[in-house]
């Protein structure tokens, strides 16, 4: 049940102008004293990254819910307690990854940010 109330909550954040995962990212950033702004790139990602939270605690759902007659009470909380640390260890793991392959993409194509020269210009 909380597996669904947790795709559920995921999931309806995909509506609004903000999913959840953004405004995860906002808060961080705005406890570090940085104004979030992000572009068209980071906005989709957030998006993305919702959609596989959304998938994944739905998925894990229909797994709890067709494994649990087919073992016993006793079975079902072990695998429960080391398939679902497990696949949440991997979620945690993909997201990270992904998210550093956005950042690495955008440090490939971005244009160099104009710099001040000694008397003020920028270049």
């Given amino acids: 049940l909380t597996n669904v109330a947790t795709a559920v909550f995921f999931g309806a954040t995909l509506w609004p102008a903000k999913t959840l995962m953004q405004e995860a990212a ?18 989709s ?21 067709w494994l649990a007659p087919r073992v016993s009470l006793d079975r079902f909380i072990a695998l429960r307690a080391v398939v679902g640390n497990a696949s949440l260890g991997a979620m945690v793991g993909l ?12 440090a490939l194509h971005a244009s160099p940010e104009p710099y001040p020269t000694s008397g003020g210009q920028y270049v």
């Avoid at 919702?50 to 819910?65: E, G, H």
């Fill in 26 to 43: 906002e808060s961080q950033l705005r406890l570090r004293g940085i104004e979030p702004s992000f572009g068209p790139a980071q906005l």
């Fill in 45 to 65: 990602f957030f998006r993305t990254l919702t959609v596989l939270w959304t998938s994944y605690f739905a998925a894990k759902a229909a797994f709890y819910l």
């Fill in 95 to 106: 997201s990270i990854l992904l998210g550093r392959a956005l950042a690495r993409r955008r």
